[in-house]
Each structure stands twice: as structure tokens, then as C-alpha cells.
T-cell receptor, first 115, second 109 residues
Framework: DTEVTQTPKHLVMGMTNKKSLKCEQHMGHRAMYWYKQKAKKPPELMFVYSYEKLSINESVPSRFSPECPNSSLLNLHLHALQPEDSALYLC??????????????FGDGTRLSIL | RKEVEQDPGPFNVPEGATVAFNCTYS??????FFWYRQDCRKEPKLLMS???SGNEDGRFTAQLNRASQYISLLIRDSKLSDSATYLC??????????FGQGTTLQVKP
């Protein structure tokens, strides 16, 4: 069982819909991430939140809007998506700080299909 | 040149075989190194962190050579359940994880 929980597991939406993906972790991690993964490709980083502040936006289109309401929650708001946005969306979290390696722990993802 | 390069495979091996995966990275300032395993249509799961001194976890041994910017993963006595994609992952000094393309392993009975 993953310690990072994502909902929903599957989402089908039209190009005009607005929906949100949710991610929750209770490991006390202060860094949280959104990734997009297409079939047979590695995950691609979208956003990084560090101590609830957006620290990295990898030039993601504005139709994806992240939000970090508190240290345990991370949302990804979706609006006016395109068919090419269909993918597996993964949330991850990690400890912050220097020193020892900081592996990221992934949720099991939301499989998104845009009609 | 990709920042993290892996042989995509597939590696098809019989049960009980020993198999080795290699990975190279281009940024000498990289700080942390990991192997993740990803099953089909599942999330990546941390297999092991990789240290310069080398580390072992059961049948799995990981090595890091900072001078050559090279990482390896050795799997001994392969099991059917080892079939998956193995992702070489490097954490840079910005904190971002850089993923290799993944190496596919298929263990056959």
C-alpha cells in the first residue's frame, strides 16, 4: 500500500470540463510533486511545492493549476484540457533538507482520459 | 545527450539468472542516486538508494562510480516477479529527479 494517496484513480473528462486531482500524504514530508507520465516513457516533472510554496513550474500550460492548501495536501486543477493531456498523473512527496539522499515516494496515480 | 541514459532493453532472462543494468549521468553535480521499479500501469516504487560504497539488499546490489558517472544494478537469482521496468534516477542540486528512460526486464520460467 502506498503512503501517498491519490484520488480519483481514473478520470474521464471532456475538453470543456473542470476537474481536480487530489493527493494526500501523512509522512510529514515538506516537498510535494506532480508528474505526468505517458505510456512507455518515464515520469515528467510538472510542479514542485516546498513548504507549501510553489518552487518549480516546468513551463506547464496554464490549463493545469496546482494548489497546496496545507503540508499534507496537493491538488491539481484541470480546465480546458486537450486530448494530448491524457496520461497517468503521479503525485510524490519527499523529505526536505540536505545531507542524506531524499527519495520521492509516489502515489498510485490518476489515469486521466480527455475526450 | 540525455541527462540520464539507460539501455532500454528488453532484457529477457530465465529464472535464476543474474542480470545487470547500467546507467550513466551527465551532471557531475548530481547529489543522490536511486533505482526505482515500475510495474505496468503502476506507480514507480523506490527499489534502493545508491551509495558510493555500494549497497546490497537481498538479491539486489547497487554500485555508484562518481568518477565515471556510472550507476549499476545487479539482480541475482532472478524471479518471475522481478519482471518490471527499472528506472535509474538521479537527483540534481536543484532537488529535481531526473529519470532515465527505464530498462525493461522480462524473467521467463
Amino acid at each position: 500500500d502506498t503512503e501517498v494517496t491519490q484520488t480519483p484513480k481514473h478520470l474521464v473528462m471532456g475538453m470543456t470540463n473542470k476537474k481536480s486531482l487530489k493527493c494526500e500524504q501523512h509522512m510529514g514530508h515538506r516537498a510535494m510533486y506532480w508528474y505526468k507520465q505517458k505510456a512507455k516513457k518515464p515520469p515528467e516533472l510538472m510542479f514542485v511545492y516546498s513548504y507549501e510554496k510553489l518552487s518549480i513550474n516546468e513551463s506547464v500550460p496554464s490549463r493545469f493549476s496546482p494548489e497546496c492548501p496545507n503540508s499534507s495536501l496537493l491538488n491539481l486543477h484541470l480546465h480546458a484540457l486537450q486530448p494530448e493531456d491524457s496520461a497517468l498523473y503521479l503525485c510524490a512527496s519527499s523529505q526536505e533538507g540536505q545531507g542524506a539522499p531524499q527519495p520521492q515516494h509516489f502515489g498510485d496515480g490518476t489515469r486521466l482520459s480527455i475526450l | 545527450r540525455k541527462e540520464v541514459e539507460q539501455d532500454p532493453g528488453p532484457f529477457n532472462v530465465p529464472e535464476g539468472a543474474t542480470v545487470a543494468f547500467n546507467c550513466t549521468y551527465s551532471n557531475s553535480a548530481s547529489q543522490s542516486f536511486f533505482w526505482y521499479r515500475q510495474d505496468c500501469r503502476k506507480e514507480p516504487k523506490l527499489l534502493m538508494s545508491v551509495y558510493s560504497s555500494g549497497n546490497e539488499d537481498g538479491r539486489f546490489t547497487a554500485q555508484l562510480n562518481r568518477a565515471s558517472q556510472y550507476i549499476s544494478l545487479l539482480i541475482r537469482d532472478s524471479k518471475l516477479s522481478d519482471s518490471a521496468t527499472y528506472l535509474c534516477v538521479v537527483r540534481g542540486n536543484t532537488g529535481k529527479l531526473i529519470f532515465g528512460q527505464g530498462t525493461t526486464l522480462q524473467v521467463k520460467p
